[in-house]
């Protein structure tokens, strides 16, 4: 089971700038004499209860899963050399690479308006905005004393009978199939949620304490009053 704690489920006033810190927890059922019962009414009120209402099981962190990756494309930093050097001595000292697999958890994003049922895309307008925010800070990064003013355009990958790059949620008669989820592969219907990490996220003692993210696109992009869930 996975836990999420300080990610509010509509976000009201949403503000692109506002970084939201999720952490998240991963959890098994364990007997209710191995440990004591959380604190945490959320999640004592999932927890099943025999017929006199006592708890039947708790939850306890897992020590399964090391590593958190995210979908390629909606992150702001690149792996490190350290990181990517750590992973090819952990591929060399397997017997069969494919057992890194089972200790990797792959973490797949959707937005949807307050209604619950209907999925939104990050409109051009938005997209070229963060493209240009990251054009900004990559150039800021190799020549801290250059400013260079750079057209720069939102990935254009398509989208169903949509065009990532002339995309309008406004716009009516327009078609987004949901993207098939590839962790590898960017794809522009993916970028409305960008996490301020690299593309792996290491999960110690069963928990991922710091992972914040950002929904680039505002809510009245989409005629969104609520909140986005």
């Not at 700038?17 to 059922?29: L, N, P």
């Not at 959380?38 to 962190?61: E, M």
């Not at 958190?68 to 090819?88: F, N």
């Not at 794809?187 to 990490?197: C, G, L, P, T, V």
Request: proline fraction near 6%; include cysteine.
């Amino acid at each position: 089971m996975v836990k999420l704690q300080g990610d509010p489920q509509v976000i009201e006033k949403q503000r692109v700038e506002t970084a939201i810190r999720a952490i998240i927890d991963f959890t098994h059922f364990v007997s209710t004499g191995i440990i004591l019962p959380p604190s945490d009414p959320n999640i004592l009120a999932i927890l099943p209860r025999g017929p006199d209402g006592s708890l039947l099981t708790h939850l306890a962190r897992t020590g399964t899963f090391k590593t958190l990756r995210l979908q390629a494309g909606t992150t702001t930093k690149q792996i490190s050399k350290k990181q990517e050097q750590l992973k090819e001595q952990a591929r060399k000292g397997l017997k069969d690479p494919s057992q890194l697999d089972t200790s990797t958890v792959y973490l797949e994003t959707a937005v949807y308006k307050s209604d619950g049922h209907t999925r939104v895309y990050a409109c051009s307008k938005c997209r070229g905005r963060e493209a240009k925010r990251r054009h900004s800070k990559e150039t800021s990064r190799k020549n801290p004393s250059t400013e260079q003013k750079v057209k720069v355009e939102p990935s254009t990958a398509s989208g169903g009978d949509e065009d990532g790059a002339s995309y309008d949620p406004l716009r009516g008669g327009r078609v987004v199939a949901e993207p098939s989820w590839n962790p590898t592969t960017a794809d522009w219907r993916h970028e409305i949620i960008i996490f301020n990490h690299s593309p792996e996220v290491s999960i110690k003692d069963g928990a991922v304490e710091s992972l914040p993210f950002r929904v680039i696109c505002y809510g009245k992009c989409h005629a969104e009053k609520t909140g986005f869930r």
